[in-house]
């Protein structure tokens, strides 16, 4: 299996040390290489054990909202009566972001070992994988992968003869960037329109099923046999504090090499671009960075200079979110960009909550309006501040993540809406002599 | 309503995949498999999947436009799924998505005459860093040129001659 | 947890109950939290937003509608940055609503309108194009304007939880979400209407109503429903004396905002081209219109002629006329014509039941005690079908507070869905079959057993008997169906029983005996139709018929009188549970006249001394004599209902199965009325069946 990009001699293989090995999705390769010694020490260890082991690594969400993964098993309420379940989120839809389909294509045994890990954490039997329908052929690989450690004793009933049972099942969505948002995958997985719930109850104590969950992002899942091998705090120290580990960034955009590479949390984002992703295309200047999907505010060259881990990111007024590093260069009209993004989640709005239902139909309808030059100067202010509106307003997260990234765009490239007011787009030509 | 022996059986194991009485849990996976084969989400489809999952017809019709993937009308025997989300717009995915429409004289989510090709705009497939990309299908296609686009489609156009 | 907390809104101390949503605690403080999507009773969405309000230490904005009030909780309603969010949600809003407010139904009556003049914006930043859809008809009663739509899904949540249809779902996504109903293009439901009526804009419409008036164009007037025996509060819209509309959306009266298809549409029957507007005689084989003068002149002539030569009277009253009507009827018959002869459509064994219980004062069970009851018992009805109300009770009870509901019929019905235990017992083999529950109700806090028509004589005895023997309260409810057959029973529009279960000193003919009496000279019919199912053996005896229609009856009659429907006439009735409520004269009809006037005429004509026939001076007289009916007042004017408690020593009441027979009415069909309401036939649901279950 070839891969979609060369790697990079800067990376730190942990959870992608496997990919480019011959059948690395194998069961055989899986096991020539550590796979499932962790579930075989977890077995040694107490849920408490585990559980402490992942918060001594600092291993943050690796979905987006970089929330601590040891509290978040933490909260799963032990002496539940009901069953409990652990739910793999695979259903990737954050725009700039590619990586949990490399880790399931590439390695899917090592998905499968940490959500038995968080089985054993909070006595779960039954794990789910949530599929984005479009990642259709990777249900078909993780089925030949389930099925190989059903046949070979590392799934099912007494598991190595550890006494422990675990099944894996995998369950298709089919096409709802909202099935991200964990409650409203749950709705989803419950065969229902996927919008979120209210929380409190959150999943840990009233998810799938009316029963306890554990929900993470594949990437989560992924890092934890490393976690439980080498230790929590060997896996903390690749990163910086309070932000352990690697972690998958996507590099898309206007770079020389883009792709998919594993670095240390807190790798600095001009290096990332420069010396892991080649440098900018064309010779071009650098003009802009979404850094972690495209819910992100925009950074601006001149803030690109920063330690890529979710509190500096933070503190630049940014999110490191889902790790998609999107680039643009200098001839890329941000006003497009905008519009393509508000687009994008005037689709994806589930349409559950006034501000973001309608809220990001009627920014679309302006900013199309806009970008083909019929905008006047008063829709500058009214963008940013409609957006506003939005924000922190609505039932979920998603009205947040179209607003953000809109009002840091009007605020940090107002020249180019005001170059807009002429009738056309600046870049227009600039962006056609790009492409060829 | 029957489905061929493979997806029964996909079905019959889908359905014992959730826990009990949780059969509604099917719902979403089991159109989109049955569309695959079917061609189209129709209404004795959704009567089908209600029977099937325990649920009112209504609630299967409520799941039917909420996903993307599922349509009531039936595409093109190839489906051209253009992604021009962020990523890919940087790098010409509009203009691919334009070229597809122009080369096969359709808009989008429309089908040519004979059935045999469709095209349509879609949001982030999940393949930022190789773009622009396009699914055809399920099968992913990166760094799609108009040129590669081009070749793609007059491969799909020699299977029509074929028939 | 503490039982209450302390909390400041608005610089306002303020003491709620602790888990109390912050939304009612303001409520309670006197502080309006706007919403749209919150709806008391339905489950919680936290979708329009307008509730947002800010929460010292919070770092956003909160939602009043899901957050519980906390200790401490420093709440600001009335600050800039609550006012702007408002107004911005309304700016939303209204991007794709039409504001076709001037040609909306709603219009008047319309939350948003109420919203936007009381927090939006006058002027609208929105200059993009609106979405649009076509407007669709989803049944005869039920329109649904997408465009006008807030989304705000009380009409889902109000159809699943508070009907358990399910028949609204929502469609596609984002922006262009909208309601859609089960059947594709259609409705097949219990066509309540709910839905139009929960709904805060003009998105749900009304078949019968639309676009016939504005609403401060109406009078509004409280009263009964008259279509089953269940006693909802309907709220008229009259104008020009015709009746537009029927609903309940102030919440009053025992069904808080539900009624039924009957209840909110088959009004209409008052205005059927059938209604008899003048007094009609005889004349071989047809009838000749008469004067009112003329007609009571011959009906007095003719019962004087007969009363004084010993002749035979038969005087079959009402399930539908009022209390003070039935009570004056059987007076007529007593004290007038000196007739014991005398009785009803009886469709419940209500006699033997207070037999069974005498002594026990607490036995009977309010609309509200089936809301509250920790244990439903449903006995041979499908009481959803035939008892709406009452259902819809039940479902709430188990939302709210998590009712365990048992139920034994003869076939399938909707409340088995909800049911703890389900048992299928032909007719007559219900009282063996609850051998089978019994272990699990003795577990149970207290017990409401619902029992229909099936349940009589020695079954209401053995019931009680297995009532009592459970050992927890048991609280019964006889399943009566029409809109005064409580009261007709309690009035003494029986032979044997006077108004309140007393013994009568001799014993007339029943029901059926007057019928096949072949020497009968009179009989009088005020308000029933005994001839649709059965014959009159008498051949000469001269008929009287009050009634609004040519019925079956009313063509055998001699003299037809046409009475004033419910809907024209004050008084009171009683309900199914026992609950006495005020009828309050909406419409008019020209020529017809109150039952009560009608007899108050004849008695005039008789020189009978019967009293006033006013109905508040025949209301006191109930009061005062009428064991159980003391009720207050106050509570009747101010239209709420007041119980009463019939409940006394043994009565001497006989049993004689044939005498009860259910109307068998389902929730699309209502007796004689049913016949005349267009709406009522025009549904694609009706006439309906019982025991379909869902």
Same mark, same amino acid.
């Given at each position: 299996?070839?891969?979609?990009?060369?790697?990079?001699?800067?990376?730190?293989?942990?959870?992608?040390?496997?990919?480019?090995?011959?059948?690395?999705?194998?069961?055989?390769?899986?096991?020539?290489?550590?796979?499932?010694?962790?579930?075989?020490?977890?077995?040694?260890?107490?849920?408490?054990?585990?559980?402490?082991?992942?918060?001594?690594?600092?291993?943050?969400?690796?979905?987006?909202?970089?929330?601590?993964?040891?509290?978040?098993?933490?909260?799963?309420?032990?002496?539940?009566?009901?069953?409990?379940?652990?739910?793999?989120?695979?259903?990737?839809?954050?725009?700039?972001?590619?990586?949990?389909?490399?880790?399931?294509?590439?390695?899917?045994?090592?998905?499968?070992?940490?959500?038995?890990?968080?089985?054993?954490?909070?006595?779960?039997?039954?794990?789910?994988?949530?599929?984005?329908?479009?990642?259709?052929?990777?249900?078909?690989?993780?089925?030949?992968?389930?099925?190989?450690?059903?046949?070979?004793?590392?799934?099912?009933?007494?598991?190595?003869?550890?006494?422990?049972?675990?099944?894996?099942?995998?369950?298709?969505?089919?096409?709802?960037?909202?099935?991200?948002?964990?409650?409203?995958?749950?709705?989803?997985?419950?065969?229902?329109?996927?919008?979120?719930?209210?929380?409190?109850?959150?999943?840990?104590?009233?998810?799938?099923?009316?029963?306890?969950?554990?929900?993470?992002?594949?990437?989560?899942?992924?890092?934890?046999?490393?976690?439980?091998?080498?230790?929590?705090?060997?896996?903390?120290?690749?990163?910086?504090?309070?932000?352990?580990?690697?972690?998958?960034?996507?590099?898309?955009?206007?770079?020389?090499?883009?792709?998919?590479?594993?670095?240390?949390?807190?790798?600095?984002?001009?290096?990332?671009?420069?010396?892991?992703?080649?440098?900018?295309?064309?010779?071009?200047?650098?003009?802009?960075?979404?850094?972690?999907?495209?819910?992100?505010?925009?950074?601006?060259?001149?803030?690109?200079?920063?330690?890529?881990?979710?509190?500096?990111?933070?503190?630049?007024?940014?999110?490191?979110?889902?790790?998609?590093?999107?680039?643009?260069?200098?001839?890329?009209?941000?006003?497009?960009?905008?519009?393509?993004?508000?687009?994008?989640?005037?689709?994806?709005?589930?349409?559950?909550?006034?501000?973001?239902?309608?809220?990001?139909?009627?920014?679309?309808?302006?900013?199309?309006?806009?970008?083909?030059?019929?905008?006047?100067?008063?829709?500058?202010?009214?963008?940013?501040?409609?957006?506003?509106?939005?924000?922190?307003?609505?039932?979920?997260?998603?009205?947040?993540?179209?607003?953000?990234?809109?009002?840091?765009?009007?605020?940090?490239?107002?020249?180019?809406?005001?170059?807009?007011?002429?009738?056309?787009?600046?870049?227009?030509?600039?962006?056609?002599?790009?492409?060829? | 309503?029957?489905?061929?022996?493979?997806?029964?059986?996909?079905?019959?194991?889908?359905?014992?995949?959730?826990?009990?009485?949780?059969?509604?849990?099917?719902?979403?996976?089991? +159109?989109?498999?049955?569309?695959? %084969? #079917?061609?189209?989400?129709?209404?004795?489809?959704? *009567? /089908? @999947?209600?029977?099937?999952?325990?649920?009112?017809?209504?609630?299967?019709?409520?799941?039917?436009?909420?996903?993307?993937?599922?349509?009531?009308?039936?595409?093109?025997?190839?489906?051209?799924?253009?992604?021009?989300?962020?990523?890919?717009?940087?790098?010409?995915?509009?203009?691919?998505?334009?070229?597809?429409?122009?080369? +096969?004289?359709?808009?989008?989510? %429309? #089908?040519?005459?004979?059935?045999?090709?469709?095209? *349509? /705009? @879609?949001?982030?497939?999940?393949?930022?860093?190789?773009?622009?990309?396009?699914?055809?299908?399920?099968?992913?296609?990166?760094?799609?040129?108009?040129?590669?686009?081009?070749?793609?489609?007059?491969?799909?156009?020699?299977?029509?001659?074929?028939? | 947890?503490?039982?209450?907390?302390?909390?400041?809104?608005?610089?306002?101390?303020?003491?709620?109950?602790?888990?109390?949503?912050?939304?009612?605690?303001?409520?309670?403080?006197?502080?309006?939290?706007?919403?749209?999507?919150?709806?008391?009773?339905?489950?919680?969405?936290?979708?329009?937003?307008?509730?947002?309000?800010?929460?010292?230490?919070?770092?956003?904005?909160?939602?009043?509608?899901?957050?519980?009030?906390?200790?401490?909780?420093?709440?600001?309603?009335?600050?800039?940055?609550?006012?702007?969010?408002?107004?911005?949600?309304?700016?939303?809003?209204?991007?794709?609503?039409?504001?076709?407010?001037?040609?909306?139904?709603?219009?008047?009556?319309?939350?948003?309108?109420?919203?936007?003049?009381?927090?939006?914006?006058?002027?609208?930043?929105?200059?993009?194009?609106?979405?649009?859809?076509?407007?669709?008809?989803?049944?005869?009663?039920?329109?649904?304007?997408?465009?006008?739509?807030?989304?705000?899904?009380?009409?889902?949540?109000?159809?699943?939880?508070?009907?358990?249809?399910?028949?609204?779902?929502?469609?596609?996504?984002?922006?262009?979400?909208?309601?859609?109903?089960?059947?594709?293009?259609?409705?097949?439901?219990?066509?309540?209407?709910?839905?139009?009526?929960?709904?805060?804009?003009?998105?749900?419409?009304?078949?019968?109503?639309?676009?016939?008036?504005?609403?401060?164009?109406?009078?509004?007037?409280?009263?009964?429903?008259?279509?089953?025996?269940?006693?909802?509060?309907?709220?008229?819209?009259?104008?020009?004396?015709?009746?537009?509309?029927?609903?309940?959306?102030?919440?009053?009266?025992?069904?808080?905002?539900?009624?039924?298809?009957?209840?909110?549409?088959?009004?209409?029957?008052?205005?059927?081209?059938?209604?008899?507007?003048?007094?009609?005689?005889?004349?071989?084989?047809?009838?000749?219109?008469?004067?009112?003068?003329?007609?009571?002149?011959?009906?007095?002539?003719?019962?004087?002629?007969?009363?004084?030569?010993?002749?035979?009277?038969?005087?079959?009253?009402?399930?539908?006329?009022?209390?003070?009507?039935?009570?004056?009827?059987?007076?007529?018959?007593?004290?007038?014509?000196?007739?014991?002869?005398?009785?009803?459509?009886?469709?419940?064994?209500?006699?033997?039941?207070?037999?069974?219980?005498?002594?026990?004062?607490?036995?009977?069970?309010?609309?509200?005690?089936?809301?509250?009851?920790?244990?439903?018992?449903?006995?041979?009805?499908?009481?959803?079908?035939?008892?709406?109300?009452?259902?819809?009770?039940?479902?709430?009870?188990?939302?709210?507070?998590?009712?365990?509901?048992?139920?034994?019929?003869?076939?399938?019905?909707?409340?088995?869905?909800?049911?703890?235990?389900?048992?299928?017992?032909?007719?007559?083999?219900?009282?063996?079959?609850?051998?089978?529950?019994?272990?699990?109700?003795?577990?149970?806090?207290?017990?409401?057993?619902?029992?229909?028509?099936?349940?009589?004589?020695?079954?209401?005895?053995?019931?009680?008997?297995?009532?009592?023997?459970?050992?927890?309260?048991?609280?019964?409810?006889?399943?009566?169906?029409?809109?005064?057959?409580?009261?007709?029973?309690?009035?003494?529009?029986?032979?044997?029983?006077?108004?309140?279960?007393?013994?009568?000193?001799?014993?007339?003919?029943?029901?059926?005996?007057?019928?096949?009496?072949?020497?009968?000279?009179?009989?009088?019919?005020?308000?029933?139709?005994?001839?649709?199912?059965?014959?009159?053996?008498?051949?000469?005896?001269?008929?009287?018929?009050?009634?609004?229609?040519?019925?079956?009856?009313?063509?055998?009659?001699?003299?037809?009188?046409?009475?004033?429907?419910?809907?024209?006439?004050?008084?009171?009735?009683?309900?199914?549970?026992?609950?006495?409520?005020?009828?309050?004269?909406?419409?008019?009809?020209?020529?017809?006249?109150?039952?009560?006037?009608?007899?108050?005429?004849?008695?005039?004509?008789?020189?009978?001394?019967?009293?006033?026939?006013?109905?508040?001076?025949?209301?006191?007289?109930?009061?005062?004599?009428?064991?159980?009916?003391?009720?207050?007042?106050?509570?009747?004017?101010?239209?709420?209902?007041?119980?009463?408690?019939?409940?006394?020593?043994?009565?001497?009441?006989?049993?004689?199965?044939?005498?009860?027979?259910?109307?068998?009415?389902?929730?699309?069909?209502?007796?004689?009325?049913?016949?005349?309401?267009?709406?009522?036939?025009?549904?694609?649901?009706?006439?309906?069946?019982?025991?379909?279950?869902?």
């Amino acid at each position: 299996m070839p891969l979609y990009n060369e790697p990079s001699p800067l990376e730190v293989k942990v959870l992608t040390k496997r990919f480019g090995l011959p059948n690395s999705a194998s069961i055989d390769t899986y096991l020539a290489t550590d796979g499932y010694r962790a579930f075989m020490k977890a077995r040694e260890m107490t849920p408490e054990q585990i559980i402490e082991e992942v918060k001594v690594s600092n291993l943050r969400g690796r979905g987006g909202a970089g929330f601590p993964t040891g509290m978040k098993w933490s909260f799963v309420p032990r002496t539940s009566p009901k069953p409990k379940y652990i739910i793999c989120n695979a259903d990737e839809s954050e725009p700039g972001t590619c990586k949990d389909r490399l880790l399931m294509e590439f390695d899917p045994h090592q998905i499968i070992e940490g959500m038995m890990i968080a089985g054993l954490s909070v006595d779960s039997h039954k794990g789910y994988i949530y599929i984005r329908g479009e990642y259709r052929y990777l249900i078909e690989d993780l089925g030949k992968a389930i099925a190989e450690a059903y046949s070979r004793g590392w799934l099912g009933r007494n598991i190595q003869g550890t006494g422990f049972d675990f099944d894996v099942y995998t369950h298709t969505g089919a096409g709802a960037y909202e099935c991200g948002e964990e409650t409203a995958l749950l709705d989803s997985i419950e065969g229902k329109r996927g919008i979120p719930r209210l929380k409190p109850p959150f999943p840990a104590v009233v998810g799938a099923w009316q029963s306890p969950t554990i929900l993470n992002n594949v990437e989560t899942y992924a890092a934890v046999p490393a976690i439980i091998r080498d230790g929590g705090a060997a896996f903390a120290a690749l990163g910086t504090p309070k932000n352990g580990g690697t972690r998958l960034f996507c590099l898309s955009g206007h770079v020389n090499k883009p792709g998919v590479y594993e670095l240390p949390m807190g790798f600095n984002l001009l290096r990332m671009i420069n010396e892991v992703g080649g440098g900018m295309r064309n010779g071009k200047k650098l003009k802009a960075v979404i850094p972690g999907g495209s819910s992100c505010p925009v950074l601006k060259a001149e803030e690109c200079d920063l330690a890529m881990d979710f509190d500096t990111v933070a503190k630049a007024k940014s999110m490191l979110g889902s790790g998609g590093v999107i680039i643009m260069d200098e001839d890329t009209c941000m006003v497009r960009c905008a519009v393509r993004i508000m687009k994008f989640y005037a689709h994806e709005s589930c349409g559950w909550c006034i501000p973001c239902r309608e809220g990001t139909s009627w920014l679309k309808k302006i900013l199309v309006r806009f970008h083909s030059g019929q905008g006047e100067a008063a829709d500058i202010d009214m963008i940013g501040d409609l957006s506003k509106s939005i924000l922190g307003r609505t039932f979920c997260a998603l009205g947040d993540a179209a607003a953000m990234p809109t009002i840091s765009i009007v605020e940090k490239f107002r020249d180019e809406f005001e170059a807009h007011l002429n009738g056309t787009c600046p870049f227009e030509q600039k962006h056609e002599l790009a492409l060829v | 309503m029957t489905f061929s022996p493979e997806l029964e059986t996909r079905f019959a194991k889908m359905l014992e995949s959730y826990p009990e009485g949780r059969q509604r849990s099917a719902v979403v996976p089991m +159109l989109l498999y049955a569309q695959d %084969e #079917v061609g189209e989400v129709s209404q004795e489809l959704i *009567e /089908e @999947v209600a029977k099937r999952c325990r649920v009112t017809p209504l609630q299967v019709d409520e799941v039917v436009g909420y996903y993307s993937m599922l349509h009531k009308r039936p595409l093109g025997k190839y489906h051209v799924q253009v992604c021009t989300n962020i990523s890919c717009l940087l790098v010409g995915g509009e203009e691919l998505f334009e070229h597809a429409c122009r080369k +096969l004289g359709l808009g989008n989510k %429309e #089908v040519t005459g004979d059935g045999l090709i469709s095209v *349509e /705009e @879609v949001e982030c497939i999940g393949a930022c860093s190789w773009a622009p990309a396009i699914l055809l299908n399920y099968d992913f296609h990166h760094f799609v040129t108009p040129e590669k686009l081009d070749r793609l489609i007059a491969d799909l156009e020699r299977t029509r001659k074929a028939q | 947890m503490p039982d209450s907390v302390t909390l400041t809104i608005d610089g306002k101390s303020v003491k709620a109950p602790a888990g109390m949503l912050l939304i009612d605690a303001a409520k309670q403080a006197g502080i309006e939290i706007p919403s749209f999507c919150y709806y008391e009773g339905l489950s919680l969405q936290a979708a329009c937003r307008m509730c947002l309000v800010e929460i010292e230490k919070a770092p956003k904005l909160m939602v009043g509608c899901t957050t519980p009030v906390a200790e401490g909780m420093v709440v600001h309603t009335d600050s800039p940055t609550v006012a702007a969010a408002r107004k911005s949600t309304l700016e939303f809003l209204l991007t794709n609503h039409p504001l076709d407010c001037p040609v909306c139904d709603k219009g008047g009556e319309c939350e948003l309108q109420d919203m936007v003049f009381r927090y939006g914006a006058g002027e609208s930043r929105f200059r993009e194009m609106k979405l649009h859809v076509d407007e669709k008809q989803w049944s005869p009663v039920v329109f649904y304007d997408g465009p006008r739509c807030i989304l705000c899904y009380r009409c889902v949540r109000i159809c699943d939880e508070g009907m358990g249809v399910g028949a609204l779902g929502i469609i596609n996504r984002g922006a262009i979400s909208e309601i859609a109903p089960n059947k594709g293009d259609h409705l097949e439901c219990d066509e309540c209407g709910e839905c139009i009526d929960i709904c805060p804009v003009g998105a749900l419409t009304s078949g019968t109503y639309r676009y016939k008036t504005r609403p401060w164009e109406m009078e509004h007037v409280g009263t009964i429903c008259t279509h089953c025996s269940n006693g909802c509060k309907t709220t008229l819209g009259v104008r020009n004396g015709h009746i537009i509309r029927g609903n309940n959306r102030d919440r009053s009266g025992i069904n808080g905002e539900f009624l039924c298809i009957k209840g909110r549409y088959a009004f209409d029957f008052i205005d059927s081209a059938e209604r008899m507007q003048s007094p009609l005689k005889r004349v071989g084989a047809n009838f000749e219109p008469i004067s009112w003068g003329e007609a009571l002149e011959i009906v007095a002539k003719t019962f004087a002629e007969v009363k004084s030569r010993g002749g035979k009277f038969g005087v079959i009253g009402s399930n539908h006329t009022t209390n003070e009507e039935n009570f004056y009827l059987q007076k007529f018959a007593r004290q007038g014509l000196g007739t014991a002869n005398i009785d009803h459509h009886r469709t419940g064994d209500i006699p033997t039941l207070l037999d069974a219980l005498s002594g026990k004062t607490e036995s009977l069970a309010t609309t509200d005690a089936v809301y509250h009851a920790k244990s439903l018992l449903i006995v041979a009805s499908d009481l959803s079908q035939q008892h709406p109300l009452l259902a819809f009770q039940i479902r709430a009870n188990k939302r709210h507070h998590n009712a365990r509901i048992y139920v034994v019929t003869p076939g399938p019905v909707r409340e088995d869905k909800y049911a703890a235990k389900s048992v299928r017992a032909a007719e007559g083999a219900e009282i063996q079959a609850l051998e089978g529950l019994r272990e699990s109700l003795k577990l149970e806090g207290d017990l409401v057993i619902l029992f229909g028509d099936a349940v009589k004589g020695d079954a209401v005895r053995q019931l009680v008997a297995f009532g009592d023997s459970l050992g927890i309260p048991v609280k019964y409810v006889p399943l009566v169906d029409y809109s005064n057959s409580r009261g007709a029973s309690d009035m003494g529009l029986l032979p044997d029983l006077l108004p309140g279960y007393q013994a009568a000193p001799e014993r007339g003919l029943d029901y059926n005996d007057m019928l096949a009496a072949a020497d009968l000279d009179v009989l009088w019919v005020v308000g029933a139709n005994p001839l649709k199912d059965h014959a009159l053996a008498s051949t000469g005896a001269f008929v009287v018929v009050q009634d609004l229609f040519l019925t079956e009856t009313a063509k055998r009659a001699d003299i037809v009188l046409p009475g004033a429907s419910a809907y024209e006439k004050n008084g009171t009735v009683t309900n199914v549970t026992g609950e006495v409520q005020r009828l309050k004269a909406g419409a008019k009809v020209i020529g017809a006249k109150p039952d009560l006037e009608i007899m108050g005429l004849l008695a005039k004509e008789l020189k009978f001394n019967l009293g006033i026939w006013r109905y508040d001076k025949v209301l006191e007289e109930i009061r005062a004599t009428v064991l159980g009916y003391n009720v207050p007042l106050p509570l009747l004017a101010a239209g709420s209902a007041a119980q009463t408690m019939p409940v006394n020593g043994r009565d001497s009441a006989e049993f004689n199965p044939g005498q009860i027979r259910s109307s068998r009415d389902t929730l699309f069909t209502s007796g004689t009325l049913g016949r005349y309401s267009k709406m009522l036939s025009s549904v694609l649901e009706a006439p309906g069946a019982l025991y379909r279950g869902e």
